[in-house]
Nanobody, 126 residues
Framework: QVQLVESGGGLVQAGESLRLSCAAS????????VGWFRRAPGKEREFVAA????????HYSDSVKGRFTISRDNAKNTVYLQMSSLKPEDTAVYYC???????????????????WGQGTQVTVSS
């Protein structure tokens, strides 16, 4: 079992930045791909970004590409999502998720992920 806890959410103004953290416990995080998803009010949860176990080439949704950066520190069992140039449409509950994989590629499909955190709220005001 892997337990995931997100932190770093909050209320910011448009154009500002936030860094979300996803801390893992329970098993070594090194063997897991990790993704960030979000659910905006009234919408379905959607993929945001993902990173492989080795931190190789990450994947981003088109809506955040160039503004968000995903990274990981396996020594700290933590994955980060640096969010810059935030927009009101980025307002959502952000979830981190993980699945065990040593593949250099990562999935953008929600159902592939086995472990989920409780989410952290990000609100961007205009």
């Amino acid at each position: 079992q892997v337990q995931l806890v997100e932190s770093g959410g909050g209320l910011v103004q448009a154009g500002e930045s936030l860094r979300l953290s996803c801390a893992a416990s329970g098993r070594t995080f090194t063997n897991y791909a990790v993704g960030w998803f979000r659910r905006a009010p009234g919408k379905e949860r959607e993929f945001v970004a993902a990173i492989s176990w080795s931190g190789g080439i990450p994947h981003y949704s088109d809506s955040v590409k160039g503004r968000f950066t995903i990274s990981r520190d396996n020594a700290k069992n933590t994955v980060y999502l640096q969010m810059s140039s935030l927009k009101p449409e980025d307002t959502a509950v952000y979830y981190c998720a993980a699945y065990r994989s040593l593949s250099p590629s990562v999935s953008m499909i929600e159902s592939r992920y086995d472990y989920w955190g409780q989410g952290t709220q990000v609100t961007v005001s205009s």
